[in-house]
């Protein structure tokens, strides 16, 4: 049998005066995989039947000794969990290629793929990694993105798709993709730099991945196919990466697909792809294109890891609606009374559930774009929609004396307070959310508890999987401030939940606080209108050095204005509520600090009538079932009781 051609997509490395490409190398004999018993029966099934006529091989050439056909099975990796598939041998039986005509050229093992994709513990961080590739392409004109499950044909099994409608990829940038540490990604705004995390997402969340990509540039349509499988790498014993390829280029004058690349590398790379791919033919490849659209890629990943438990990471059965993650759903440790509201707060569900991820994953998302997960819209949700007593609190990191940013952080009490005990920041880089509900203190006594934050923090660079930051000085100065945000915060607005004060401010920092004013929603800002007066009418006209930025109440227009003048950027600001400085310096006279005094007692009141008549609630539920038990328990007696006087009549 001929060698064959096939092209291995490692990276590769430049000598001092000449660029290295990338060559194609002989295949062993034994890397050709022929089937001979399914040779009749596949036949002819590289000629596309349906759409554009393809200029394949077998229509140049009938002597088909040497053309590599489908199996019938998808091989599956040599193990389904991920944690578990590192192992791998390649020492006696491994397949080696031989490189001609290359100079410095970096060997990528196999192994990499897998030890590359473990900087992903969590399964939607990976996901979310492909999401952010359909989100750059908005400037190439993507309107959608759509994650849903599909099925592999050759087995049945589940598979994971992720498609867009964006500018798509030539052969070229196919080849980017499947290979490491390229990146095409000039703009400041792009999620992605690193042109690895493709890679890392992909083979966390499954063993192999199949990418169709139709391209359109300077009026030439291009089709690109690429296979990035483990299972092939891992069975074959490989010692390095290789990447099956199959492009193909519209010829508008004969109206037909054309293959590039040449015979003997498309019939090979072909057969490598029907082999270990999920379709077995030529006409079910290229109709996967079907619905892309005059450009998009659809990524299909197949072969899913598996759980501890041996069942699918991803479960697509629980909500049709929805993929969660396996088993991740974890018990909340407060009083029975509050346990639901916890357990169905976005802070709680986000961690298991993707649809609530997505909502939250992006800070603002174009009009013109749209997330579909299992055929569904994903409403974006606005995680500052969520907050009550709201402050926004301007930050100012600095290095060697230079400030490196302005930044102003969102910070309340989740509404659901004191109900729900969840907590943190959500920090997002580049309007992607890094950290969500980030704990940066651990609260004692309930101190910080209730407390969450949203900031966009672009002065401090993430990690790799995007799921943290590098701990660099900048971002232990945010982490530092942060935590004085949460207790600054707790310490002046604690009372309005009914929380006692058992960390007393020191003296010469109540006054000043004693003069902060509240952020009130636009009724009771209506209601005190009169007692904003009074206020105003005692103002100081004195400087503040306190860090804190308080902010009241007042109309679209001269919001906008005034942030205009300042020129100030804020996160997480909902649109039904608008903003500007009030003068710190403000100093409240004694009728006015005796009745915000009395507001906050009878809201103290309130919350604890509340909780009375929860347990209430919760009594009466008892009895009732108390009842209903010893209703049956007399009907049952009854029952016998008669039974009795039959037996004896």
């Known amino acids: 049998m001929e060698d064959r051609e096939i092209i291995d997509?490692?990276?590769?490395?430049?000598?001092?005066?000449?660029?290295?490409?990338?060559?194609?190398?002989?295949?062993?004999?034994?890397?050709?995989?022929?089937?001979?018993?399914?040779?009749?029966?596949?036949?002819?099934?590289?000629?596309?039947?349906?759409?554009?006529?393809?200029?394949?091989?077998?229509?140049?050439?009938?002597?088909?000794?040497?053309?590599?056909?489908?199996?019938?099975?998808?091989?599956?990796?040599?193990?389904?969990?991920?944690?578990?598939?590192?192992?791998?041998?390649?020492?006696?039986?491994?397949?080696?290629?031989?490189?001609?005509?290359?100079?410095?050229?970096?060997h990528v093992h196999p192994m990499f793929l897998h030890s590359n994709a473990t900087s992903h513990k969590w399964a939607f961080g990976a996901i979310a990694e492909l999401l952010d590739n359909a989100v750059d392409e908005i400037q190439n004109g993507a309107t959608f993105v759509l994650v849903d499950k599909t099925s592999n044909p050759k087995d049945g099994s589940p598979a994971l798709l992720i498609q867009d409608d964006g500018g798509g990829m030539d052969p070229e940038a196919m080849r980017h993709c499947m290979s490491f540490g390229f990146s095409d990604k000039k703009s400041k705004l792009a999620?992605?730099?690193?042109?690895?995390?493709?890679?890392?997402?992909?083979?966390?969340?499954?063993?192999?991945v199949i990418v169709f990509s139709r391209h359109m540039s300077n009026g030439i349509l291009t089709q690109s196919i690429g296979l990035l499988s483990y299972s092939f790498l891992a069975q074959e014993k490989l010692d390095r990466i290789v990447v099956p390829m199959v492009n193909y280029e519209f010829n508008s004058s004969t109206g037909s697909l054309e293959i590039l690349n040449g015979k003997e590398h498309f019939v090979t790379n072909l057969s490598l792809i029907l082999r270990w791919s999920p379709y077995s033919s030529e006409e079910e490849l290229l109709g996967q294109f079907s619905d892309v659209g005059s450009h998009g890629t659809k990524v299909i990943i197949y072969n899913l890891w598996l759980n501890d438990d041996g069942n699918l990471e991803l479960d697509f059965i629980t909500d049709p609606e929805d993929i969660r993650i396996a088993g991740d759903v974890r018990k909340i440790d407060t009083i029975p009374a509050w346990r639901e509201a916890n357990e169905k707060h976005i802070a709680h569900r986000f961690r298991f559930s993707l649809r609530v991820y997505m909502s939250i994953l992006y800070l603002q998302i174009p009009d013109s774009f749209r997330m579909f997960l299992r055929g569904i819209i994903v409403q974006p949700h606005n995680i500052a929609d969520d907050l009550k007593y709201i402050e926004f609190i301007l930050y100012k990191p600095q290095v060697g004396g230079t400030v490196e940013a302005t930044v102003v952080t969102t910070v309340g009490f989740l509404k659901e307070a004191p109900r729900v005990i969840m907590h943190g920041f959500n920090v997002y880089h580049k309007n992607r959310l890094i950290l969500p509900f980030w704990q940066v203190v651990n609260y004692i006594d309930s101190r910080g508890r209730g407390v969450v934050g949203i900031l966009q923090a672009d002065f401090v660079e993430p990690t790799h999987n995007k799921q943290d930051f590098e701990k660099t000085s900048l971002f232990q100065k945010l982490?530092?401030?942060?935590?004085?945000?949460?207790?600054?915060?707790?310490?002046?607005?604690?009372?309005?939940?009914?929380?006692?004060?058992?960390?007393?401010?020191?003296?010469?920092?109540?006054?000043?606080?004693?003069?902060?004013?509240?952020?009130?929603?636009?009724?009771?800002?209506?209601?005190?209108?009169?007692?904003?007066?009074?206020?105003?009418?005692?103002?100081?006209?004195?400087?503040?050095?306190?860090?804190?930025?308080?902010?009241?109440?007042?109309?679209?227009?001269?919001?906008?204005?005034?942030?205009?003048?300042?020129?100030?950027?804020?996160?997480?600001?909902?649109?039904?509520?608008?903003?500007?400085?009030?003068?710190?310096?403000?100093?409240?006279?004694?009728?006015?600090?005796?009745?915000?005094?009395?507001?906050?007692?009878?809201?103290?009141?309130?919350?604890?009538?509340?909780?009375?008549?929860?347990?209430?609630?919760?009594?009466?539920?008892?009895?009732?079932?108390?009842?209903?038990?010893?209703?049956?328990?007399?009907?049952?007696?009854?029952?016998?009781?008669?039974?009795?006087?039959?037996?004896?009549?």
């Not at 604890?608 to 209703?631: C, F, H, M, P």
């Open 9 to 106: 997509l490692s990276s590769d490395d430049e000598s001092e005066n000449e660029k290295v490409i990338p060559t194609a190398v002989k295949q062993e004999p034994d890397l050709v995989f022929d089937v001979k018993q399914e040779k009749s029966r596949n036949k002819g099934e590289l000629a596309n039947r349906n759409g554009p006529r393809i200029h394949s091989v077998r229509a140049a050439d009938d002597d088909d000794s040497d053309v590599s056909y489908a199996s019938a099975i998808c091989a599956a990796p040599l193990t389904r969990q991920f944690w578990k598939a590192g192992t791998y041998d390649d020492a006696a039986a491994s397949k080696k290629f031989t490189l001609q005509n290359v100079k410095n050229y970096l």
């Open 191 to 208: 999620i992605g730099q690193y042109g690895n995390g493709f890679k890392t997402s992909s083979m966390r969340l499954g063993a192999d």
């Open 479 to 649: 982490e530092a401030r942060l935590k004085e945000m949460t207790w600054e915060y707790w310490d002046v607005h604690c009372r309005l939940l009914g929380y006692r004060e058992n960390y007393p401010v020191p003296k010469a920092k109540q006054a000043e606080l004693n003069r902060k004013s509240y952020l009130v929603d636009a009724k009771a800002a209506n209601e005190n209108a009169e007692l904003r007066k009074r206020t105003m009418r005692n103002t100081s006209e004195q400087g503040s050095n306190n860090k804190r930025k308080i902010y009241e109440q007042v109309d679209l227009h001269n919001s906008k204005k005034r942030a205009k003048e300042e020129n100030v950027k804020s996160v997480g600001i909902s649109q039904n509520m608008q903003v500007i400085p009030a003068p710190a310096a403000q100093v409240l006279d004694q009728e006015t600090l005796t009745l915000l005094d009395e507001n906050q007692k009878l809201q103290t009141k309130c919350l604890e009538s509340e909780k009375i008549q929860e347990e209430l609630n919760l009594k009466v539920t008892d009895l009732r079932s108390k009842i209903e038990a010893a209703r049956e328990q007399q009907n049952l007696l009854l029952a016998q009781l008669q039974l009795l006087d039959v037996k004896d009549g």
